[in-house]
């Protein structure tokens, strides 16, 4: 798994630490008391509840460990990312000052504030990964220097490797790029990119770079896509293979993400809209 896959995952585990916070809030009891002339609101929970509440604060605990561990080599982003995380711990113990506001009221603002630090949360990393991404040079296979090309990566691009070949035209136009793009996702293929310089460079391993997924027809197994497909997995991408049948997919690639669709367009619409519909 990448780093920039740790991340995503962070996101996503993020995500539920929310989920499970708002989930439990529903539940539980109401209290209100003073501290140092503050009206503190805190939620009373049961034993089962406060179980749930410090597996929560746990999982929180160790999501933000790594964060912070991977962020040692940037002190900059580190201490942006702690200043927006120590605003969480009010709210993992469910305290809120909230003055003299009814339970619903108080509830409702809970829930705002703590979205609001999430989303700041999540949306730091976001920024990370695209700032790694863009800022990381791998070596060139042919030179074995650093690449030299300028790599801006977007998480909307999809690269698309298979053979150009006028019997796939409809599958790429019609079955891949139209369904992709109605999703909001940016696709293409080498032949769309116009270039002055060398093809294997910018037609080829720069929009692989920059793309946050490859799109894979190994139909008729064409020696160019899988040395395409090499170089995807090289960059550490997202790759989904297509076939028109199994026996296009190598034995080593069969249990790789893939969708068959046996020479139906409508069959490889419907499942490019499951696999990429967020």
Request: charged content about 30%.
């Amino acid at each position: 798994m990448s780093k920039s896959d740790i991340m995503q995952n962070w996101i996503k585990e993020l995500l539920q630490v929310r989920d499970d916070v708002f989930a439990l809030l529903e539940r539980m009891g109401f209290n209100k008391e003073t501290i140092d002339d503050r009206i503190i609101t805190t939620l009373e929970p049961t034993v089962k509840e406060q179980l749930e509440i410090n597996r929560i604060t746990e999982k929180y605990s160790q999501i933000t460990s790594e964060i912070l561990r991977v962020l040692d080599k940037y002190p900059k982003q580190k201490s942006k990312f702690a200043r927006i995380e120590n605003h969480c711990d009010s709210y993992l113990n469910f305290q809120r000052s909230g003055g003299d506001l009814d339970e619903v009221t108080w509830k409702k603002i809970f829930i705002r504030e703590f979205s609001s630090i999430m989303s700041s949360l999540t949306g730091f990393i976001e920024e990370f990964i695209e700032s790694m991404d863009n800022n990381f040079k791998y070596k060139c296979f042919r030179t074995a220097e650093d690449c030299s090309l300028s790599i801006n990566y977007n998480k909307k691009n999809i690269f698309v490797i298979m053979p150009f070949n006028s019997d796939f035209d409809d599958t790429y136009k019609i079955g891949i790029k139209e369904t992709l793009e109605n999703l909001g996702f940016v696709c293409f293929r080498a032949d769309e990119i116009i270039h002055s310089r060398d093809i294997m460079c910018v037609g080829v391993c720069k929009p692989i770079q920059e793309a946050a997924y490859v799109v894979a027809d190994l139909t008729t197994k064409n020696a160019n896509v899988f040395f395409e497909l090499g170089l995807a997995y090289g960059f550490e991408k997202e790759v989904l293979l297509l076939a028109k049948t199994t026996d296009d997919i190598p034995f080593d690639l069969r249990g790789m993400n893939s969708i068959i669709y046996n020479g139906s367009i409508s069959t490889l619409r419907t499942s490019l809209t499951k696999k990429f519909k967020v």
